[in-house]
């Protein structure tokens, strides 16, 4: 089964400056995708970025990029010009295709990122 | 604005009392989820339906039983709980393609303490 993990219980960053949330995963299969989620105190899961295995550039949505690293199974999420706003629980997940073939998301533990202004 | 509704926002039960949590979504997705968060944790899947169909069921207690009236709609009932399943409930619903790149679309949850 698919694994994720998020090393960082908690991350700072002064507003406007960049900062990179760690995430590495284990995987057996040759294709697959990699979601970041963002969770405010509101408690709503919003979808942030995605990155497919066979994506031959990093993904980027914004102010949201995915440093993709396959060799490494690594896809850190790189926030640029910080915002108050992004403070918020972050998530990596991935799916779970050892569920049926069925969509089962399985999520890190999370990164609290907390801006300071 | 989240496009899955969920409801209500909060829920105080006691352990004997009988609820529903209510999801919708109109964006003709064929898959509805209930997560279970609990405080400082990642969302844990509970249930998942495909075409209103009850496809996975994660193990969990019968005190939790879910329904899927139509592919917009989904409940959770609940029925005895204990003050442990005081956590953060939450709907999601996708295309249900089967892809690996299936996004998932949350609604913003319902907090539930038992007491």
């Known amino acids: 089964a698919q694994k994720i993990t998020q090393t960082q219980p908690g991350m700072f960053v002064q507003e406007k400056e960049a900062v990179t949330l760690d995430c590495t995963y284990d995987?057996?299969?040759?294709?697959?995708?990699l979601f970041w989620y963002k969770q405010p105190s509101s408690g709503e899961m919003i979808f942030l970025i995605y990155q497919g295995s066979y994506d031959e550039q990093n993904a980027t949505e914004g102010r949201y990029s995915l440093n993709f690293q396959k060799a490494r199974k690594s896809a850190n999420l790189v926030i640029s010009a910080s915002q108050l706003g992004d403070s918020a629980m972050y998530f990596c997940a991935m799916r779970d295709t050892f569920s049926g073939g069925y969509n089962k998301l399985i999520f890190g533990a999370g990164t609290r990122l907390a801006v300071h202004p | 604005d989240t496009e899955v509704t969920q409801t209500p926002k909060h829920l105080v039960m006691g352990m004997t009392n009988k609820k529903s949590l209510k999801c919708e979504q109109h964006?003709?997705?064929?898959?509805m989820y209930w997560y279970k968060q609990k405080a400082k944790k990642p969302p844990e899947l509970m249930f998942v339906y495909s075409y209103e169909k009850l496809s996975i069921n994660e193990s969990v207690p019968s005190r939790f039983s879910p329904e899927c009236p139509n592919s917009s709609l989904l409940n959770l009932h609940l029925h005895a709980l204990q003050p442990e399943d005081s956590a953060l409930y939450l709907c999601?619903?996708?295309?249900?393609?089967?892809?690996?790149?299936?996004?998932?679309?949350f609604g913003s949850g319902t907090q539930l303490s038992v007491l």
């Open positions: 964006m003709g997705h064929r898959a």
């Open positions: 999601a619903s996708s295309q249900d393609t089967g892809g690996f790149d299936e996004k998932l679309f």
């Open positions: 995987t057996s299969d040759q294709s697959y995708g």
